[in-house]
């Protein structure tokens, strides 16, 4: 299997025969903590799980340093990180440092 959980094999290939008894374990995914570092230098600190996406994680951000979503850029590990993608697509994990980086309103 593949880091999300999930392959394309048949469950054959995997040795399962007519008979075989397959249980499937639900967990919830379990949070952890991140860090945020803005624009002042000033680092502040966030629950999230790996599946949060990063329109998610921006509202948090919203709440705590009332930044608007759309001036919200956020970079990690040198890579802008996109709305609609998660922070597991990013390789996020406990204790990472996400940067804030303001965008310029036009004018």
Do not use: C
């Not at 499937?24 to 000033?42: C, E, M, R, S």
């Not at 949060?52 to 709440?63: A, D, I, L, M, R």
């Amino acid at each position: 299997m593949n880091k999300s959980g999930s392959d394309s094999r048949t469950l054959v290939s995997h040795g399962l025969q007519h008979g075989s008894q397959v249980m499937v374990l639900i967990t919830q995914a379990q949070p952890f903590q991140v860090f945020l570092k803005n624009d002042k230098g000033q680092v502040h600190t966030y629950d999230v799980t790996r599946e949060e996406t990063v329109s998610s994680f921006k509202q948090k951000v919203f709440n705590k340093e009332r930044v608007p979503l759309s001036q919200q850029r956020l970079i990690y590990n040198g890579r802008q990180m996109e709305d609609g993608g998660t922070l597991s697509q990013y390789n996020v994990g406990p204790e990472s440092t996400i940067f804030l980086e303001l965008r310029l309103r036009g004018g």
